[in-house]
């Protein structure tokens, strides 16, 4: 039977520094094999996990840009159209038919995704084939970061203490794309599956976000070189392209965090160690996003939307249908909120300022289960990434791990004073406030009547009321805790 090294395409959509991808090539090399890289769409499933439509037109688009950049070096890749979980097992089962296969994969985190890899394994091994497997989301694989005790931290701040210092001493090292293929190139008419399909996405597609891998370098390169020393400074003004926008490429691997920290330390190499520059909140950004993979794997509940601060479940939150279609149609009546939603609904994507803003105004405001919003932004997010959202979500709700505490509770109109101050994010997305000036458009509601002829909605909240209710709530429980 024919050797066949297959590179298992998922969430390392990307060419340059992929270690599943480069040890595939090495290893048909000794082993006198063919190679083939695969992706295989599971429509079902990732609706199942509220995956958004922009995020779904999107790994499509980048698929198919990384088909024709594999055929640069010779690699075959196919693109396949499977259904869930189960059909992923049932297209290995047939592989094995013709092949002995060594498959190659980045670790996936998430329960589901462990059980399917190891339904593959199962299948492959029955089969007298291999599944191999390289931890390499993270740059720090989760579990190699840990306290004096040996166990996971539960803190932020040390546990980036750590990581840097780890950092320090082995440096990071991202592996260059491969060079062409010139023996054994797979046959790619010799397989029948189903082919890969192009996505109706309506108007939510991604076309906004660039899929070529040249495209997606450059970004990241403009970024270290042009906008990160002043990142510390603007990036919470939603108004000011001040962020790299780079979180939809991490999400689906088009790019690696690695490459991030390597372009970052070429770019700002007097800078990325200094604390509080714009290199180093940057940096700061990378290992949060670290930070809430490690805690993933270390509590696997959490993916079961379970709260990390698990007395917090005791809250009896509110089931007001219609305040969270208010919220999610950016319909409450406080400005920066509903900008921020009519944002994410537009575009498929939220500054993420606004994001702690919007997910403080539903939990804090209209006393809204969290959950109820994690699984909302999923559903919107071109960037959706389950472990950064249930952090950053559970981190707003004063729920999870190292969270905001429960009494520090964003005022949504000084919110928006401070981080919108002429009001020029709200007028780009609620036309109806376009007229009013800088000083009235935070809170224009001061203006009843001005208000009303323009069309826009009366408050669905007293903030300081809610605020209130929100510390009763949180008080009550952890009282119960002591």
Known sequence: MKKLNVIWFRND???VDNKALSSAIEDAKQQDAAVLGLFIATPVTWQQ?????IKQDFIRRRVSCLQQESAEINLTMLAVEGTDYHAVVEIFNQLTQQYKLKVFIQTDYEIDEIQRDNQVEACLTQADSELIRFDSQCIMPPGSILNQQ???????TPFKRKWLSVLFQQGVQCLAKPAVITQNVFPVKSLTLKGFKAMNAGDLCSKAWPVEQAAIIQQLRSFCQQTVADYAKLRDYPAV???????????VGAISAAQCVARLQLEAPDAWALDKTGAEVWLSELV???FYKHILVAYPNLIKHQAFQAETDAISWSKDKGAFHAWCSGNTGYPIVDAAMRQLNQTGWMHNRLRMITASFLVKDLHIDWRWGERYFMSKLIDGDFSANNGGWQWAASTGTDAV??????NPVTQSQR???NGDFIRAYIPELAKFDAKTIHWPHKYSQLVA?????KPIVDHAQARKVTLALFAEVKQGKD
């Open 150 to 156: 040996g166990a996971v931290y539960k803190v932020f």
């Open 13 to 15: 959509l990307r060419l």
């Open 453 to 457: 002829d323009a069309g826009y909605v």
């Open 241 to 251: 392209l001040g962020t790299s926008k780079l979180s939809a490429y991490l999400a």
């Open 419 to 421: 981080f919108d101050h």
């Open 405 to 410: 505490p429960y009494f520090r509770i964003f």
């Open 288 to 290: 949060w996003r670290e």
């Open 49 to 53: 996990h509220n995956m958004a439509d």
